[in-house]
């Protein structure tokens, strides 16, 4: 069988070169062009190595080292846990990536037969024509899924970091849920400039009175006290204007509530300074969590107690 070693090593350049390309991108590591390319041209001539006479390039010590030489190429040493971290995470991405080859080929293979209920498989100098096509035009299309997967996992790490537990209460009404804490909510009342956290009225209709979520849905009827069935927070309604994004002037229905608790990190705040606007429309698509928290509700707030 003839071996085409020049096609197998500037593959495995160019697929080092992704490979720790992708790893400075996920570890957010300014690197130049230059360090990317001498590290993966390093790492490709670990091919020629597997040609030689001797079996001790296969033992996993030597590829461990080999690996860190290649890391320390490419990033440089500044201490001993970033190299470890750069280390690992080149580990994850060849894994995660190579991983994701190895099992679309196997899924789509189609030169497999069975011979005397032996699986026999058929090859060429070149390697496997469908292995060859998918690592030239499927492995940067990994690469490109992988960033992006991580890139989500990092926002909802840091979505899941903001989210906090809070609870409302309203004359004899006490519902708990979940809220995120956005930085980007400057929600105010105009008339007492107290901050205005956004409650999903859908996730509590079942505990809100029916007239307030009617008047809610029709604010032109807001403030007005049916006789039929009177609204026993009339003294407690707001009417909060906000402008949405590609819109003119809304208004959104906000209640007075008696207090708002809050937990952060094992922590109680309390605060009482506060307008909860409601939400006829879902805050959040996967039900992370069910309010939109202003941040001044952390400020303005006294701590009560060190454990929820």
């Not at 979505?159 to 980007?184: A, N, R």
């Not at 006290?225 to 906000?242: K, T, V, Y």
Request: contains cysteine.
């Amino acid at each position: 069988m003839t071996i085409y070693l020049d096609v197998i090593w500037f593959l495995n350049l160019c697929i080092d070169f992704l490979l720790l390309w992708l790893t400075a991108l996920i570890l957010k590591r300014n690197t130049s062009k230059k360090r990317l390319f001498l590290g993966a041209l390093m790492g490709s001539l670990y091919v020629f190595f597997l040609f030689a006479e001797t079996g001790i390039v296969y033992h996993p010590i030597v590829k461990l080292l080999y690996s860190a030489i290649i890391i320390m190429i490419t990033f440089g040493y500044k201490r001993f846990a970033s190299f470890v971290q750069g280390l690992f995470m080149f580990y994850f991405t060849t894994f995660i990536t190579g991983g994701g080859l190895l099992g679309i080929h196997y899924f789509l293979q189609t030169d497999a037969q069975i011979i005397n209920g032996v699986m026999q498989t058929k090859s060429s100098g070149l390697g496997d024509p469908v292995s060859w096509l998918f690592v030239v035009l499927l492995f940067p299309v990994l690469i490109v899924f992988t960033k992006k997967r991580v890139n989500q996992l990092e926002v909802r790490k840091l979505h899941y970091e903001q989210i906090m537990t809070f609870e409302v209460k309203i004359d004899s009404l006490t519902f708990k849920g979940t809220g995120l804490m956005d930085s980007g909510n400057q929600l105010h009342d105009p008339l007492s400039k107290h901050p205005v956290m956004i409650l999903d009225t859908k996730e509590f209709q079942n505990q809100l009175p029916k007239v307030v979520l009617d008047q809610a849905e029709n604010l032109e009827h807001i403030g007005q006290n049916d006789e039929e069935e009177p609204n026993p927070w009339i003294d407690r309604l707001r009417l909060i204007p906000f402008r949405a994004v590609g819109s003119n002037n809304q208004f959104l229905t906000g209640i007075k509530p008696d207090h708002v608790h809050i937990w952060q990190n094992n922590v109680k705040y309390e605060t009482r300074n506060v307008i909860v606007g409601l939400s006829l429309s879902n805050i959040s698509g996967e039900g992370d969590y069910n309010a939109i928290l202003h941040p001044k509700m952390i400020v303005n707030a006294k701590v009560t107690s060190s454990a929820s």
